[in-house]
């Protein structure tokens, strides 16, 4: 949940809040895309997709930051399954061109109901569902590192001493598209995540995930209140350098200064931006996915990017002593493992 909960909107209805995005390598010649929303699904959030919402996968293909290729989701109404759980019906459409920026226009590949592993005839697979949430962090001590670095003017270092993570046994709900690697293009891309409200007025997007804790750590300064992460939510990656590049940079200019790290924490700020802004998730398509201090190249389920990017912001070997658990990944779509259990009925529509 490395965005749980950073808007007024995403308070509001968890179920168009995305918390987590990842691109990695599936079965030979595929590449496969998931992201999460509703933060602690089936407990303080529902454990079912919004009717309204439209979920997407963009891809820009040509480094001109608008989305060439993107795979979009709808969800029918919820139902009761026999076993009590919520099932819903849904669609997966790819839309290139005109139809990828904007609407629900787009070619079907693929269609079922949640809770299962659908197959269409275009060997794609898609899950919806609930999940185990993989995302680890200390939230503890990031919520004293944040205090001491705003309230406080101080680097600390140390409030990373609680060595439990806050998403442990927490659940999440997931969509998981596996597709021909051919269906996005080939070689270097850019992508992100989306999730939009969509009825009878025209397409608004509410959420969207390119990289990991943008508004969490990098416009958390006070000053900013919610309204910058509204807006960064709001925002295409091709206006972000315009912005949000000064709070981001400033950000890291404040937090290395504290840190002493830098020698010149303006210089390194500049640098650091380059990778942090626009907020697009670089991949190679058909090669392993490793989000890591050297590099980004998609993001797979048990990367550690808490560390990472708090490694790259301070510029210090800097870790909340948490990691994904791997014991909840498996080898085989839909990659994720199986959800915690939990009372889903409790949870809201």
């Keep these: 949940m490395s965005h749980h909960f950073d808007t007024p909107t995403a308070k509001e209805d968890p179920r168009i809040n995305i918390c987590d995005f ?5 079965r030979p010649g595929t590449t496969v895309m998931a992201l999460t929303v509703n933060p602690n699904a089936g407990v303080s959030a ?11 996968f963009r891809f820009d293909t040509n480094r001109d930051l608008r989305e060439d290729v993107t795979f979009k989701l709808q969800f029918g109404a919820p139902a009761h399954a026999d076993s009590g759980e919520h099932i819903q019906t849904f669609t997966v459409r790819r839309a290139t061109g005109a139809d990828a920026l904007q609407g629900a226009a787009g070619e079907l590949i693929v269609s ?21 949430d993989l995302f680890a962090a200390d939230g503890v001590g990031f919520g004293a590192f944040r205090k001491a670095l705003w309230t406080e003017n101080r680097f600390a270092p140390e409030a990373f001493q609680n060595g439990q993570n806050f998403f442990g046994g927490k659940n999440v709900t997931a969509i998981v598209l596996e597709v021909p690697s051919s269906l996005i293009g080939r070689g270097a891309v850019h992508a992100w995540a989306t999730a939009s ?40 990656p091709a206006n972000e350098v315009a912005l949000f590049s000064k ?12 840190a002493h790290s830098a020698a010149d924490p303006s210089a390194y700020a500049t640098q650091l931006l380059t990778r942090l802004c626009p907020a697009v998730l670089p991949y190679e398509l058909d090669t392993p ?5 050297a590099a980004f190249n998609g993001r797979g389920l048990g990367d550690d990017v808490m560390d990472v990017i708090l490694t790259l912001v301070t510029n210090t070997a800097l ?9 909840l990944v498996r080898p085989d779509f839909p990659y994720f493992g199986e959800p915690h259990p939990t009372a889903v009925s409790s949870a809201k529509q």
């Design 22 to 26: 990842y691109l990695f390598r599936g």
């Design 46 to 56: 529902p454990d079912t997709f919004r009717e309204e919402g439209l979920y997407a």
């Design 112 to 132: 079922g109901g949640t809770g299962r592993v659908v197959k269409s005839d275009q060997d794609c697979l898609a899950y919806a569902g609930l999940a185990p």
């Design 197 to 236: 409200l969509y009825g009878h007025a025209p397409e608004v997007q509410v959420s969207r995930w390119g990289l990991p804790m943008i508004t969490h750590m990098l416009l958390s300064d006070p000053s900013l209140h919610d309204d910058a992460a509204e807006k960064y939510n709001r925002a295409v």
């Design 247 to 258: 709070p981001i940079r400033d950000f890291v200019e404040k937090v290395t200064a504290l």
């Design 289 to 293: 996915a490793s989000f890591s201090f």
């Design 319 to 327: 870790g909340d002593a948490v990691a994904p658990d791997m014991r």
